[in-house]
């Protein structure tokens, strides 16, 4: 039985985030995530099924290929206001290639933690 309450892991995500095969973004697994929106390539939306009690959460996230040698950090998306990408129903993330260039394909995991106050 998972924790639930202030300052516990509020949610995570392993998700495909389309990978070599261009699939479409599909969760693997989850705990109090209710989808996974497609934004553009290594951006997108992850919208928990309870909301956060505000937008002072943590989180933390890291992102892989499959047989694709590139490393990549995960970060929120650049030139984007904080209200719009980190909300208490949702998060933005996007997966950034090391030399700081956007990828041109998706990750093949993708994995997202989220720790906070509950609503």
């Known amino acids: 039985m998972a924790y639930f309450?202030?300052?516990?892991?509020?949610?995570?995500?392993?998700?495909?985030?389309?990978?070599?095969?261009?699939?479409?973004?599909?969760i693997r697994d989850d705990y109090n995530v209710s989808s996974l929106g497609d934004v553009s390539t290594s951006t997108f939306n992850i919208y928990f099924d309870t909301d956060f009690a505000n937008t002072n959460y943590a989180w933390s996230g890291s992102a892989g290929y499959d047989n694709y040698s590139q490393q990549n950090w995960v970060s929120s998306p650049?030139?984007?206001?904080?209200?719009?990408?980190?909300?208490?129903?949702?998060?933005?993330?996007?997966?950034?290639?090391?030399?700081?260039?956007?990828p041109n394909r998706g990750p093949d995991d993708f994995n997202i933690i989220a720790i906070g106050d509950s609503a």
């Open 78 to 102: 650049s030139s984007t206001a904080y209200g719009s990408w980190k909300q208490a129903s949702m998060l933005q993330i996007i997966a950034v290639y090391n030399n700081n260039t956007s």
């Open 5 to 26: 309450g202030d300052n516990a892991i509020h949610a995570w995500v392993n998700f495909n985030g389309g990978g070599a095969s261009n699939s479409t973004p599909s």
